[in-house]
């Protein structure tokens, strides 16, 4: 699976968007870019996933290069709960379900 | 609907001794996966099992072993336990093998070992 480098921290003011950035070099053509978050204490959350195309859900939008050597995760209104470390992995998709999670972004959202 | 179980939420447990984890899957899933999480870092995978079958195991050594049983739960089991075992052991369960869907994690047993 393809090595993932993301910020160490990053804050963002409730009501705001939070844009967190990955960067992705290596990723191969098969390989999907996945994001997930832990809040405190909590197990990983899925978030969303995308292949080479924009992605959007309830939750986030996925924006993917066209190079596919970085994306971009937007939470368009960032509140309090989304106070939590942010992890972008990359690996292909399907058979196995093994996450390999770098050390991610701790997002803090400040009223 | 419940989401994936895990038992006990806190242990501590003594140098050399053995632990045993436990993990209900959501209802229907069949895949189960271990993760370790030691403090200020992310989890690392240890283990696989779908059909009651091991799939996937990381860089973990053979004091670490698990099982899946017909109802899917899963067990993790740690023998001779070290300092540096002490972490948050996750448990994820997803709806089947070669299928990609979302894993979905318990909130974890917290294990110290003094």
């Known amino acids: 699976d393809a090595k993932t480098t993301q910020p160490t921290s990053m804050d963002c003011a409730e009501g705001r968007a939070a844009n967190l950035p990955c960067n992705h070099s290596t990723i191969s053509g098969n390989e999907y870019v996945y994001w997930y978050r832990q809040i405190h204490s909590q197990g990983p959350q899925y978030i969303i996933h995308?292949?080479?195309n924009n992605e959007t859900n309830e939750m986030a939008s996925l924006i993917i290069t066209e190079d596919r050597k970085s994306s971009t995760l937007i939470l368009p209104h960032a509140t309090l709960r989304d106070t939590a470390v942010y992890y972008c992995?990359?690996?292909?998709?399907?058979?196995?379900?093994?996450?390999?999670f770098g050390k991610g972004t701790l997002l803090t959202v400040n009223p | 609907d419940a989401g994936v179980t895990q038992s006990p939420t806190h242990l501590i447990k003594t140098r050399g001794q053995h632990v045993t984890l436990r993990c209900s899957p959501i209802s229907g899933h069949k895949s189960v996966s271990w993760y370790q999480q030691v403090l200020g870092q992310g989890p690392q995978f240890i283990f696989q099992y779908y059909e009651k079958e091991e799939r996937g195991r990381g860089n973990f050594p053979d004091r670490f072993s698990a099982r899946q049983f017909p109802n899917y739960s899963s067990e993790l089991n740690v023998n001779a336990l070290l300092l540096g075992d002490s972490a948050l052991y996750l448990c994820a369960s997803s709806l089947a093998e070669g299928i990609w869907t979302e894993a979905f994690f318990g909130q974890g047993t917290r294990l110290t070992v003094v």
């Open positions: 992995i990359v690996r292909v998709g399907g058979s196995n379900y093994k996450l390999t």
């Open positions: 995308g292949l080479k």
